[in-house]
């Protein structure tokens, strides 16, 4: 993988690192760079930069073709959320005109 680069062609940097993480390191410089703790954190550091890079270029890319369909589906939800909305009047409207209609009837008995 990536080479510790010269002290000519590269910068020296002082920073702190979590003691868990920094263990981690150690477990991955022990096991990948035979203990080259700089090559390691380099090797790390790019792993990390070309995930962060690949997840941008995933996330950035959306065609017209994907704006256009989810202007369908939301549209399509709009429209069912209507059709739900007229259905569920309409389902309490029938229920209670039948019970309206029962208990005129039941009171028409109870007269007679």
């Known amino acids: 993988m990536a080479k ?3 002290s000519s062609k ?3 940097v002082t920073l702190r690192i979590p003691n868990e993480i920094f263990r981690r390191v150690l477990d991955y410089a022990t096991a990948n760079t035979k203990g080259n703790r700089s090559e390691a954190i380099v090797e790390l550091i790019e792993l ?15 065609t017209l073709q994907d704006i256009i369909r989810h202007q ?5 939800v709009t429209a069912l959320e209507n059709q739900v909305s007229q259905l569920t ?11 309206t209609e029962v208990e005129t009837e039941l009171m028409g008995e109870s007269k007679a």
Not at 50 to 57: D, K, R, V
Not at 89 to 99: E, F, G, K, P
Request: glycine share 2%; net charge negative.
């Open 4 to 6: 510790t680069p010269s």
């Open 10 to 12: 590269s910068e020296s």
């Open 48 to 62: 990390g930069l070309a995930n962060a890079l690949s997840q941008q270029s995933t996330q950035s890319e959306v």
């Open 72 to 76: 369908q589906l939301s549209e399509t």
């Open 89 to 99: 009047d309409l389902v309490q409207a029938t229920v209670l005109q039948r019970l």
